[in-house]
């Protein structure tokens, strides 16, 4: 079992930088890729970024150029740096993990969520 533990949400106003953390711990053998998805009231979860374990990385249309995905892979941990918050930003987020076991079982793990308000 991996548990994935974020941190870093809160209000920001329009225009403001915030920084998510979210660290992979429990009984780890090979995380692959990570990701963070957004859930705002009333829409589906929407990926926003994610990043493999050799650092490629992929973006929603709507963050690119605002949002920055990193990763440490000595901490089991992703990042997601975001730039130029706007209202429509405001939404759930959560961390993804895949993890693969020992026998090669692909499972994804999720964060129990952080919320980002954008608003003044």
């Known amino acids: 079992q991996v548990q994935l533990v974020e941190s870093g949400g809160g209000l920001v106003q329009p225009g403001g930088s915030l920084r998510l953390s979210c660290a992979a711990s429990?009984?780890?053998?090979?995380?692959?890729?990570m990701g963070w998805y957004r859930q705002a009231p009333g829409k589906e979860r929407e990926l926003v970024a994610d990043?493999?374990?050799?650092?490629?990385?992929n973006y929603v249309d709507s963050v690119k150029g605002r949002f920055t995905i990193s990763r440490d892979n000595a901490k089991n941990a992703v990042y997601l740096q975001m730039s130029s918050l706007k209202p429509e930003d405001t939404a759930v987020y959560y961390c993804?993990?895949?993890?693969?076991?020992?026998?090669?079982?692909?499972?994804?793990?999720w964060g129990q969520g952080t919320q980002v308000t954008v608003s003044s």
């Open positions: 429990g009984n780890i053998f090979s995380i692959r890729a």
């Open positions: 993804n993990a895949d993890h693969r076991n020992r026998v090669g079982w692909l499972h994804r793990y």
């Open positions: 990043i493999t374990e050799g650092g490629s990385t």
